[in-house]
């Protein structure tokens, strides 16, 4: 269900049949959850940045940008260093903006797993809508680490089977191979054909990526790998108000950064760890 100013919205004819802007508004209008706007402006937002997710998801699947745990993360050292905990930070001077787009330019310089991915995707999905100057001003101290987030990027999370294109998802492999535990889930952008964009395995069907994920089950295992419930989705609402200038954004917060060393983790694991952030040593 859609709502703009408290009206249930009713008409898809301003998007053609079979584009990704009516693909999507489809998908609200028949889910359960309701997609709340206080302006058309706010909309058409939301549907331009979830189109720019998809399209950067499919552009890092081309980069070729590897999977690699993060003892072995590389990234382009003219524009990041990479960390001991094999994070990428911004090098002083740096645009961001400059620097996210080289990942997508330059991918066969880096390597990172499916958590740091993600990340990738949404920063470059906002700086493609929101362009380079507001970008800067927004991010202007990356770093790039499993699920870190700048507080202006605004993930949050929630549950639901009805996903949406632009959706980020978790393919959870409850009994991993402790051999191989990079695979122990997939972080997956949900795309507007029914496949997902999984750093590491590529663009897949469900069925698919389970399968995948099944390979790399421990011998003992019981239990099948499954698509979770878990959606994570960016600030659209918050995003929308920076870039129509309507929203007074306070000082810049400043963020903690958890190194946890488990690849491919899903979002709301991250969130415990931060919330458990005395279990681990902070980043310098």
């Known amino acids: 269900m859609i709502q703009i100013s408290g009206v249930p919205f009713q008409s898809t004819q301003a998007w ?8 999507i508004v489809d998908r609200m209008m028949n889910s359960s959850s309701s997609f709340e706007y206080r302006s058309m402006n706010e909309q058409q937002f939301e549907l331009e940045l979830r189109r720019s997710i998809i399209r950067s998801a499919r552009l890092l699947n081309q980069s070729n940008a590897a999977f690699e745990v993060f003892e072995r993360s590389r990234s382009n050292p003219v524009f990041w260093y990479t960390t001991r905990y094999g994070g990428f930070q911004l090098r002083p001077g740096v645009r ?14 880096y390597g990172f797993e499916c958590a740091t ?5 949404y920063y470059y999905a906002v700086l493609q809508v929101i362009g380079a100057a507001k970008f800067d001003q927004l991010f202007p101290d990356l770093y790039l680490y499993s699920w870190n987030f700048d507080p202006d990027l605004a993930l949050n999370t929630g549950f639901t089977n009805q996903f949406i294109p632009g959706d980020v998802v978790y393919f ?5 191979n402790p051999q191989t535990p990079e695979w122990r889930g997939v ?15 590529g663009i897949m069907r469900a069925e698919q990526m389970i399968a995948s994920l099944n390979e790399s089950r421990a011998p003992w295992s019981t239990q099948p790998a499954y698509l979770t419930n878990m959606v994570t989705r ?3 609402t918050y995003l929308a108000n920076v870039s129509l200038q309507r929203h007074s954004r306070p000082e810049k917060l400043k963020y903690m950064v958890v190194e946890h060393n488990e690849s ?7 969130v415990y760890y931060l919330n458990n952030s005395h279990l681990f040593e902070e980043s310098p």
């Open 117 to 121: 991915a993600m990340i990738i995707v």
């Open 96 to 109: 961001p903006s400059i620097a996210i787009d080289d990942i997508y330019r330059n991918g066969h310089l």
């Open 16 to 23: 053609p049949v079979g584009s990704i802007e009516r693909t």
């Open 234 to 236: 960016p600030g659209f």
């Open 187 to 201: 972080n997956a952008v949900v795309l507007e054909d029914g496949t997902y964009y999984g750093h590491g395995m």
């Open 172 to 176: 959870n492999n409850p009994q991993f």
């Open 264 to 270: 491919s983790i899903s979002f709301d694991r991250y």
